[in-house]
């Protein structure tokens, strides 16, 4: 049977998945695989040294004392080293989630930049203790001194240096806002590329959700509560046409399911769908992430223009800056089909529906927080014009209605927080910038 027409990451297997973004979120693994290779690459380079008057003229040429003493040096700074690392790390997960929303620290978690520098460190580390462990007396009296593998332990002190610098520089980097924002909404636009293709891109351009009864079936989630993070469609349509049936999801990606609570309803059928196979091919996670979900994209910059502009913080240039992200993830999907939600097989026959995030949907979670959250906010208020006025005028006109309801609503949040009429007249003006490009009179 020829696979139905959905995105890439809709058809991702979604146990695979899971251990992708847990590898990939996880600040162990990358560590883990360069202490693997030091332990290999310290076997490697004694044997090597075990082999007389290979590349003799790299080792290191000093005595038992003196390389024991290298060798030590190295371990404990090294230890430093790693130890200063995770110090930094913790320092930025902590400014980030009180200065930001703690949803970024999914952001810091998945950095490669300080998972390499930990591995580097760790790398180095072990290596040396394990050729420390190789500086000793044979049982012939001699004194076997791995030349070689020492002169590689000091190379890899340089690196760790050099690797010092750049995770100080990169961390230092990492933490400015602008990068912070812009990390989010680049993985926005790739959630939205998959779900919200261009032209018709993987939606079938004809199906339409049939008219649905009664389900024959529902499938429960057994376990504890867990968010819907991804959903393997193709999957879903494969068993769906094995069974003769439609098989329907109740949430959202990116809901909470409670435990207990109906995630499927099967409709039609001969016989009973196994529970097991169907609920093999969702994911539920702890929290929410932008793999087949990104809207949870829109909330985290959302969410950190709501923090710039809490009286914490009164950064209302912080929040412009999130809403001009969210002002080009609004564009880039502006004139795209909506998707469907609606998945056939190759016979044409729909096997699989469900809930999808609509042009509506995004276009009031990206406005109607910030619209409250800043309406004290001149620059707010600008920029808000700014973005809803140009999306107006790219948009078709059976997506306006949502633009323009957030347009009356933001004329009357400017006409309520700004009585003076000069005062109230400088808000409504569309400003890209937020305060500071006024158009000439």
């Not at 251990?19 to 290779?37: D, H, I, N």
């Not at 100080?168 to 636009?189: G, K």
């Not at 049939?210 to 079936?217: D, V």
């Not at 829109?298 to 710039?308: G, N, P, S, Y």
Request: glycine residues 8%.
């Amino acid at each position: 049977m020829r696979l139905p027409l959905v995105s890439r990451r809709e058809s991702q297997n979604t146990e695979l998945a899971g251990v992708r973004e847990k590898l990939r979120t996880g600040f162990w693994f990358v560590p883990s695989v360069f202490v693997a290779g030091a332990v290999v690459l310290s076997l490697l380079t004694v044997r090597v040294d075990r082999a007389d008057g290979i590349l003799g003229w790299l080792a290191f040429t000093g005595g038992p004392t003196s390389a024991q003493q290298l060798l030590t040096t190295i371990a404990t700074s090294m230890m430093t080293f790693t130890g200063l690392v995770f110090t930094i790390t913790i320092v930025a997960l902590q400014l980030a989630s009180s200065q930001f929303s703690p949803r970024v620290l999914r952001t810091f978690l998945r950095d490669r930049g300080s998972q390499v520098a930990l591995g580097v460190f760790t790398a180095t580390f072990v290596y040396s203790l394990m050729v420390l462990v190789q500086v000793r007396t044979i049982a012939t009296g001699t004194v076997f001194v791995p030349g070689i593998s020492i002169t590689v332990a000091f190379v890899l002190l340089m690196a760790s240096l050099g690797t010092f610098v750049f995770y100080v520089n990169h961390i230092a980097q990492s933490i400015r806002v602008v990068n912070i924002i812009e990390s989010v909404a680049a993985e926005t636009r790739a959630s939205l590329d998959e779900i919200f293709p261009a032209g018709t891109g993987s939606f079938p351009p004809t199906a339409d959700p049939p008219a649905l009864g009664a389900p024959t079936q529902v499938i429960c989630w057994p376990r504890f509560g867990g968010v819907v993070a991804g959903l393997d469609v193709a999957g879903l349509v494969r068993l769906a046409h094995d069974h003769d049936c439609l098989i329907e999801l109740l949430p959202h990606v990116g809901d909470f399911v409670a435990g207990g609570a109906t995630l499927f309803a099967v409709h039609g059928g001969g016989g009973q769908v196994s529970e097991a196979q169907v609920l093999r091919q969702i994911a539920i996670a702890k929290e929410r992430s932008m793999r087949q979900d990104p809207g949870y994209g829109f909330r985290q910059l959302v969410d950190i223009a709501e923090k710039a502009l809490s009286p914490a913080l009164n950064d209302p240039t912080t929040a412009v800056q999130a809403i001009d992200r969210l002002h080009d993830l609004l564009r880039r999907v502006a004139c795209c089909p909506q998707p469907s939600g609606v998945y056939c097989d190759d016979a044409g026959t729909v096997r699989v529906i469900r809930p999808v995030m609509t042009w509506p949907g995004l276009v009031t979670l990206a406005f109607e927080e910030i619209r409250e959250y800043g309406g004290t906010s001149v620059q707010v208020h600008r920029r808000l014009h700014a973005c809803l006025e140009d999306l107006l005028e790219i948009v078709p006109p059976d997506r306006q209605e949502p633009l323009q309801r957030q347009l009356r609503l933001q004329h009357r949040s400017t006409a309520r927080y700004f009585r003076d009429p000069e005062e109230r007249a400088l808000a409504q003006e569309r400003d890209d910038s937020g305060l500071g490009n006024e158009e000439p009179d």
